[in-house]
């Protein structure tokens, strides 16, 4: 198949022998989009950029991992207008706010809109400039998995030789699965997809019991076998993601 943007990345992924190419591919993306906020490429100096960042804002994951990767002219500026707007938008709805009545026991009925200012705050809660550049690029490969699982062998075989998905990506999977995939193709993709899954699991868990069984003493001078990183494969198989990663931080 011919090499593009999104299939080459992806194939990195499969041939990584990670714990589910979807979390190689998430924290690269991730990485990547950090790398553009702020990185050396100075992006959050330019208007475009910073217009959208004013707007957005950061979920709270996101700020920590913004902190954590350093540059602290480069969060100053980006907090600096973003605060112009916030302060534009709490004027607004603090002017807009009315009270609603209470009831006699001092309860909103069943169904009443909730306070409306509560309500703003939730909404700024959920909106991230870099969630929403994340979920744009990683529904592309989705769509370049499927794309390429229909139009080439080797991503099929490569499947069924990986170590299987996380369950939070397998989630993921399945529900595209639904959009993506005729009749005559779920009857080929299911099966081999669930019984990759299923050995990945007991493989997992396999190792983490083994890593248990290390701790008893007459094991002592037993064989790890796999099992001396189980804890963080562990972890990312049930929810993705590397909880052993280090922090990721600006290059200098």
């Known amino acids: 198949m011919k090499e593009t943007l999104y299939t ?3 194939m990195d992924a499969f041939h990584a022998d990670d714990e589910c190419p979807f979390c190689f591919i998430e924290r690269n993306v991730e990485q990547d989009l950090l790398d553009f906020v702020l990185g050396s490429g100075s992006s959050y100096m330019e208007s475009d950029v910073r217009e959208q960042t004013d707007k957005a804002g950061f979920c709270r994951e996101h700020f920590k991992k913004m902190f954590d990767y350093g540059n602290t002219l480069g969060n100053g500026w980006i907090l600096k207008t973003h605060y112009i707007e916030m302060n534009k938008e709490l004027k607004k709805q603090i002017k807009m706010f009315s009270p609603s009545k209470a009831s006699l026991f001092g309860r909103k009925k069943s169904g009443e809109e ?61 529900e595209m699965s639904e959009k993506q995939l005729n009749d005559r193709q779920k009857d080929e993709f299911y099966p081999l997809l669930f019984d990759v899954m299923e050995k990945s699991m007991e493989r997992v868990g396999e190792d983490v019991a083994w890593l248990v069984e290390k701790f008893d003493y007459r094991n002592k001078d037993a064989d790890w076998k796999d099992s001396k990183d189980a804890i963080q494969r562990g972890m990312q198989k049930l929810r993705g993601g590397y909880p052993a990663d280090p922090v990721y931080k600006m290059g200098k």
């Open 8 to 10: 080459i990345p992806l």
């Open 114 to 174: 909730s306070n409306s200012i509560s309500s703003w705050v939730k909404e700024r809660d959920k909106s991230c400039y870099i969630c929403r550049r994340f979920k744009d690029t990683y529904e592309r490969y989705l769509d370049t998995f499927f794309f390429m699982y229909k139009k080439d062998d080797e991503l099929k075989n490569l499947l069924k030789q990986s170590k299987g998905l996380c369950l939070h990506h397998f989630g993921d999977i399945m």
